[in-house]
């Protein structure tokens, strides 16, 4: 089976495009990555984790700042006339969960993501360990950068989970130890806390909301649901 047979119709983002307008195209589309495309041709990708890292945390401006000035330029991509096993273990050894595709021309034509791949579970998962980096902005302030996170299948205790998943994440990355690589992790319950980006992204609406809507403060009301929802976190 070829990846063209299954790939998906892609939502990209331009690089010209603000940080705001990628934002909220990652909301609309419930996803944590897009393409960033120039003259119809990949040029990054934009993550969640770009966003938090780079935009007001940085200082930079959510609605002035352009997606170019924080995309990952190291991007991976295969052709729609590629085997799909081949580019599902690009993905693997990528550790990514979203591919674009590109044509014979070298333009974007598609993407695959690895949740059309997954079956569903009679056992679904009761713990998520989420491994994270301690990281500071030019501020100052530290904020806690998710590396992965390990889902655990249900019939372990809470402590049983977390032996599961540190064994996991040490031979993932090849470590002696989870600590020379991770600064600290999180264990969520099933139902618990969605994931941080998007407590932020609530909570900054809220700020919005609780001061009247006004215009022009998102990158205030951004920066403050950061520290908050790190505070929350420690």
């Known amino acids: 089976m070829l990846v063209r047979d299954v790939m998906r119709k892609t939502v990209s983002v331009q690089a010209e495009e603000?940080?705001?307008?990628?934002?909220?195209?990652?909301k609309q589309e419930n996803v944590g990555a897009l393409p960033v495309v120039?003259?119809?041709?990949?040029?990054?990708?934009?993550?969640?984790?770009?966003?938090l890292l780079r935009g007001p945390a940085e200082g930079r401006s959510m609605k002035h700042t352009k997606?170019?000035?924080?995309?990952?330029?190291r991007t991976v991509a295969c052709h729609d006339t590629d085997d799909l096993d081949h580019a599902l273990?690009?993905?693997s050894r990528s550790r990514i969960h979203r591919l674009p595709v590109l044509d014979g021309n070298e333009k974007l034509v598609g993407v695959l993501s690895l949740n059309q791949f997954r079956t569903p579970s009679s056992e679904p998962a009761a713990f998520e360990v989420v491994f994270y980096k301690r990281l500071p902005n030019s501020t100052?302030?530290?904020?806690n950068v998710e590396l992965t996170r390990i889902a655990v299948a249900r019939g372990s205790s809470k402590a049983e989970a977390v032996q599961a998943a540190i064994k996991k994440f040490e031979h993932e990355r090849k470590a002696a130890c989870w600590d020379l690589v991770a600064d600290g992790y999180d264990v969520l319950e099933r139902g618990s806390k969605p994931p941080q980006t998007e407590r932020i992204r609530?909570?900054?609406?809220?700020?919005w909301e609780q001061e009247g809507r006004p215009e022009g403060r998102q990158d205030e009301h951004w920066a403050r649901a950061c520290r908050e929802i790190q505070m929350e976190d420690q």
């Not at 940080?19 to 909220?24: D, F, Q």
């Not at 120039?38 to 966003?51: F, K, N, P, V, Y």
């Not at 609530?202 to 700020?207: D, G, I, N, S, T």
Request: aromatic share 2%.
């Open 140 to 143: 100052g302030h530290v904020y």
């Open 202 to 207: 609530q909570r900054a609406h809220e700020l």
């Open 38 to 51: 120039e003259a119809d041709r990949i040029a990054g990708m934009i993550t969640d984790r770009d966003l």
């Open 67 to 73: 997606v170019r000035e924080v995309m990952s330029v």
């Open 89 to 91: 273990g690009l993905m």
């Open 18 to 26: 603000t940080l705001e307008e990628a934002a909220l195209r990652l």
